[in-house]
């Protein structure tokens, strides 16, 4: 059983940063890939980021790219989301979630085992 704790959310303007940050617990870290979601209110958990499981691969939501970096860590069990120019659009709870470590990096959220209790990203306009 893995526990994922998301950590670093608030409210910022647009155009501005912030970098989230995910630590697990529970698990063997780098048998996992590592993703963030976001869900915006009224609407379904949209794939943002993933990493796998050794960080050398990664993807993009078309909507994030060139704008959010996922890292890991694996000395420490975390993973990042370093995420810059900001957009009101961004704003959602984001959630970091683990799968279990596969060919390709899984993009749905039903690809993934375990799930954070999410941070809330507000961007004002």
């Known amino acids: 059983q893995v526990q994922l704790v998301e950590s670093g959310g608030g409210l910022v303007q647009a155009g501005g940063s912030l970098r989230l940050s995910c630590a697990a617990s529970g698990g063997t870290f780098t048998t996992y890939n590592m993703g963030w979601f976001r869900q915006a209110p009224g609407k379904g958990r949209e794939f943002v980021a993933a990493?796998?499981?050794?960080?050398?691969?990664?993807s993009y939501a078309d909507s994030v790219k060139g704008r959010f970096t996922i890292s890991r860590d694996n000395a420490k069990s975390t993973v990042a989301l370093q995420m810059n120019s900001l957009k009101p659009e961004d704003t959602a709870v984001y959630y970091c979630a683990a799968e279990a470590s596969a060919i390709r990096i899984g993009g749905r959220p039903m690809d993934y085992e375990y799930w954070g209790q999410g941070t809330q990203v507000t961007v004002s306009s």
């Open positions: 990493a796998n499981w050794s960080g050398g691969k990664t």
